[in-house]
């Protein structure tokens, strides 16, 4: 994969990113923390919020330990 890697063109409006899911902490309350996170970023003036927002939703609810 690494050598892979090496050989992709990427122009500058992409990026690479990685997230490690596994050690995600477990007892973060998550209504909590989307009721404090979705003000935070919709004051900030950030195109693309809403999908900011429905990814932390997703990723939040959607992980089963």
């Known amino acids: 994969?690494?050598?892979?890697?090496?050989?992709?063109?990427i122009n500058?409006?992409?990026?690479?990113?990685?997230?490690?899911m596994k050690d995600l902490y477990v007892n973060i309350?998550?209504?909590?923390?989307?009721?404090t996170t979705k003000p935070m970023l919709i004051k900030e003036n950030n195109i693309k919020k809403k999908?900011?927002?429905?990814?932390?939703e997703i990723i939040l609810k959607q992980?089963?330990?």
Request: aromatic fraction near 8%.
């Open 12 to 20: 500058e409006n992409n990026r690479i990113m990685t997230y490690d």
């Open 1 to 9: 994969m690494a050598h892979d890697l090496t050989k992709l063109k």
């Open 63 to 65: 992980n089963y330990f």
């Open 29 to 35: 309350p998550i209504q909590e923390t989307l009721t």
């Open 51 to 56: 999908q900011i927002i429905d990814l932390l």
